[in-house]
């Protein structure tokens, strides 16, 4: 594929600001099509499925971002000239063409879109058929803005498929493709890994964790929970399980009130066995399989460890891998915490709400990866990119 110049890209990117700036009233349209068409049975995913003015605000901040960034391709890694004078030069590069799957969210069409091109890739956009006429509208957009430029539509495609039709395109795509990101449940993950010829970065399930050690500020942690929890249910950063260390002074008595201030908030409680004996009220878990789920609503669970490495073993053995926070007084207790939680963001005193490209720095995202090959965390302009060996010699012979 052939590199574009950047001032090019930025070029495209800054046309694309201005088009969705002028067409406001067009996306909003096209989208309030797709809220009359949906029937609210999800309520998590009807929230990121709205379309408003902030909404474009946020559309247009993302692609200013990208477009002020250092341009991720081309860049030289290392540079070593070998005793035989052969010089060898490691440069990023672009992956090709990305296929991106994913629902409801139509922010996430120019996201994975301005990423991909600036990184010097084609991207495939199967969104849900939720978001059709908002999606529509937003790549036409981007062909326009394509167009202003002399460069061709199929930087930026939406494909309308549905899941037979996506199986066989997965087992025989009509081009090329170099890496295929799923953004949503474990079906569809599993669904993809099955079906894909090509290599598949995992953007994983939530299913966060917080651990309230023994030597916790108490009103730290109430605090941090509820926003952990409550600030956006519908994202894969919410909080769904909380632990509590047995030993922690008033062990009863915090437990109760933590108990009223999940309730005034109108979240839903599950508790274990050993919390089950102080919250008696409460709903008893009564299979395992709870721990592994990601709620996407106001609900959680509460269960009670006795020490910091039960919590670490609990977080590992049912985490989506995303992120996981401790609440403790203790610096050390919390770097073993955060050195042995094998989730892709760990946390000392704070909320998971802040696994995000845009808080944690690295801007707009394609996806939270919880992977580990190529990346992990936030997928931003900088990962997504590959590399390239260039080998510069003489004559040079392997004797």
């Known amino acids: 594929m052939k590199l574009l110049e950047t001032d090019i890209k930025n070029k495209v990117l800054n046309s694309m600001m201005v088009i969705l700036d002028e067409n406001r009233e067009d996306l909003i349209v096209a989208n309030k099509k797709d809220l009359e068409a949906f029937q609210k049975e999800d309520q998590a995913m009807y929230d990121r499925l709205i379309v408003n003015s902030k909404k474009i605000d946020g559309m247009i901040q993302a692609i200013k971002e990208v477009e002020a960034q250092e341009d991720p391709v081309n860049q030289v890694i290392s540079n070593n000239v070998l005793e035989n004078g052969l010089k060898i030069v490691n440069k990023t590069a672009p992956f090709g063409t990305i296929m991106i799957i994913y629902e409801s969210r139509p922010d996430v069409t120019v996201e994975a ?69 799923p953004r949503g449940g474990e079906k569809l993950i599993a669904f ?32 941090v929970i509820l ?117 892709a963001a760990v946390y000392q005193n704070a909320s998971t709400r802040f696994t995000d490209g845009g808080k944690m ?12 090959l190529h990346h992990r965390g936030p997928l931003g302009l900088k990962q997504l990119v590959t590399n390239k060996y260039y080998m510069f010699g003489d004559g040079q012979i392997r004797e």
Request: aromatic share 6%.
């Open 113 to 181: 879109s301005i990423l991909a091109f600036k990184a010097n890739s084609k991207i495939l956009l199967k969104g849900g058929k939720e978001a059709i006429q908002s999606n529509t509208v937003l790549v036409n957009f981007w062909h326009k803005a394509l167009k202003e430029s002399n460069l061709p539509a199929d930087y930026v495609q939406l494909l309308n498929m549905d899941r037979v039709a996506t199986q066989k395109f997965l087992k025989n795509p009509t081009e090329k493709l170099d890496l295929i990101v």
């Open 192 to 223: 993809v890994k099955e079906h894909a010829k090509c290599p598949v970065l995992i953007s994983g399930r939530g299913n966060n964790f917080l651990y309230v050690d023994e030597n916790a500020d108490w009103q730290m942690s109430l605090k």
């Open 227 to 343: 926003n952990a929890k409550m600030d956006k249910i519908s994202a894969c950063n919410a909080l769904d399980k909380i632990l509590i260390n047995r030993k922690i002074k008033n062990y009863n008595e915090k437990l109760h009130e933590l108990q009223r201030v999940l309730s005034d908030n109108n979240i839903d409680i599950l508790v274990d066995e050993k919390i089950n004996e102080v919250l008696i009220n409460e709903t008893l878990i009564q299979e395992d399989a709870i721990w592994y789920e990601e709620f996407l609503s106001m609900k959680c669970c509460i269960g009670e460890v006795e020490t910091p490495k039960e919590a670490i073993c609990k977080i590992n053995k049912y985490s989506g891998g995303h992120s996981a926070s401790i609440i403790t007084s203790n610096d050390k207790t919390a770097l073993d915490f955060m050195q042995q939680v094998d989730s």
């Open 361 to 372: 720095g690295v801007g707009a995202e394609l996806a939270i990866s919880t992977d580990k």
